[in-house]
């Protein structure tokens, strides 16, 4: 008895170590699990057993990553073979593809659009294009603007790359509602579809194909993000259901909306009539962070006197001080809702602040009544926070309200709320 109970305790621990875990697993269940995996991993799992050889063909994720690969043409020579064997029939949902960043550039690049029009004729939803070569080469991979273009995509993100052969017109994207742009130069038709949600452009240049400016329209946008473009203005049309928006502007940009506002004083038709500043294509939202390093961008803004009718939250930088608080009294009269104000303040003193004993409001408000908080992050304590202080309390900010913070300043940034 204790023998054969003996053994059929061992027969049963066999049986259970030896179970595949993934056995009563349906193979689309499968084939997601794979998706979450690089490519070469995703093929690889077809030596696991029978049921396993031919998964990979029918994953609905291609993940292309050169790190995996010692030479340029083993990275071609895998992608090109698996695309060529893969089943056109399953669906797509996304794509990265990432091109080899060393070795010879022709040969790097060689493929890359084909692998764009192989994804985007498979209906892909979210498609990831990204060269990390440009610091080898030097210049950003070329596209055509036609490849990329797909009703079926939901997401795009560029990385070092350029659309200069033609316009990069996204209008008929008609569902997409992610562009995550960096480090790219593009010639743009700057209309966006309706179903664009969410909007990043980091480090580069952007042209419109309208105007000599770069003007955008974008009428379903919730987030915006701006972050140091180089060598152009924007001009932005009333984004109306815009919630949150980080705007910073630096210094290679300052030349370009110098021109602009010099254009903008002269009385052009162009710039008054046709397109819109850039403040007023920001008034509908209701968190707000504008950061620049010429402070001459926002200010100059600020004489069409835009209503943020809608704000609750803003973190502007120094800029708002020069000219006599110009920019921080300006908000605090048209911000009827606004809840809490965050001055992010640096150490030095090379901005043209005046004494408060000096400041005679032109014309005397209170701050809304919904206004809670208002925090100021500098270095250290100087006299002109207190003078910051000061006219704060004449336009009805009490000091329980206000919080002196001293701290090492690491940017702030609202979180942004975009589709997975």
Known sequence: MAARGKAGKTKKVAVAGGKDCFQDLPEPVLELLLSFLPSRDAVRTSVLARRWRTLWKSVPALRFYP??????????????????????????????????????????????????????????????????????????LNLSSSSVISRHLTRLEFYHLAFDRSPLDLLSCQALELLDIGDCSIKLWGVFPKSLRHLKIRYSSLYSMQTPWSCFSAPGLLTFELADPHDWALFLESLTSLVTSFIRIGEDCEDNYAHYNYLGDSG??????????????????????????????????????????????????????????????HFLQHTPILEKLTLQLPSRKDFDIVSSRSYNPAEYFLVSKHLKEVEIHCSKEDEWICQIVKILGIHGVTSAQISIKHDSWSSFRFSFQQPK
């Not at 022709?106 to 990204?130: I, P």
């Not at 803004?301 to 704000?311: A, E, V, Y």
Request: glycine share 4%; hydrophobic share 35%; charged share 20%.
């Open 67 to 140: 790190s995996q690969f010692d030479t340029v043409q083993a990275f071609n020579n895998f992608v090109n073979t698996l695309l060529e064997h893969r089943d056109r029939t399953s669906p797509l949902h996304e794509c990265d593809i990432f091109p080899y960043p060393h070795g010879q550039e022709d040969e790097a690049r060689r493929y890359v659009e084909s692998w764009v029009q192989y994804a985007v004729s498979c209906q892909v939803y979210v498609l990831r294009v990204k060269d990390w070569s440009v610091s080898v080469y030097g210049s950003c």
């Open 268 to 329: 052009n038709e162009l710039c008054e009539d046709n397109c819109c500043v850039f403040l007023e294509g920001l008034a509908g939202a209701t968190n707000l962070e504008l950061i620049s390093e010429y402070s001459m961008i926002f200010r100059k803004d600020l004489k069409w006197c835009p209503m943020f009718s809608k704000l609750k939250t803003l973190l502007p930088n120094e800029w708002c001080l020069t000219a006599n608080f110009t920019g921080l009294l």
